[in-house]
């Protein structure tokens, strides 16, 4: 069990081995925001081997003052985060993937939420 995560302040731990069996259940679903800083635009680009002209054409949308990631509609009312590759099952840009997405499923919103949690993944374990 040392591939175990666990974060002060949250009443449950995640196992990240969890992944391998999930359907990508934290990168599809309902409409939301992936947001992207500015300061990582460059190293994203630069993973895809593109401009960063291109990636923000490409993959992101403005938001207010702020950067999302865009989603692919599969069906109505169902989403996927546009670098989620559903036949792999996994990120295409995991290795420089965003903060929001590298810091999941410790989001202060989990802290009173852990059962929506836990039905959203697999890899949720309760302290």
């Known amino acids: 069990m040392s591939d175990i995560i666990k974060k002060d302040g949250y009443n449950f731990a995640f196992d990240p081995k969890a992944c391998e069996t999930c359907e990508g259940n934290c990168c599809i679903g309902e409409s939301g925001h992936i947001w992207v800083s500015v300061q990582k635009i460059p190293e994203m680009a630069a993973f895809l081997n593109i401009d960063e002209e291109s990636f923000i054409k490409q993959y992101l949308e403005k938001v207010g ?63």
């Open 65 to 127: 003052y702020r950067f999302s990631i865009k989603e692919k509609v599969v069906v109505e009312g169902e989403y996927d985060c546009i670098f989620f590759d559903r036949e792999k099952k996994r990120c295409a840009i995991y290795p420089v993937r965003p903060i929001q997405c590298r810091t999941f499923p410790f989001w202060e919103y989990f802290k009173d939420n852990e059962e929506e949690l836990k039905a959203e993944c697999p890899g949720i374990i309760s302290l």
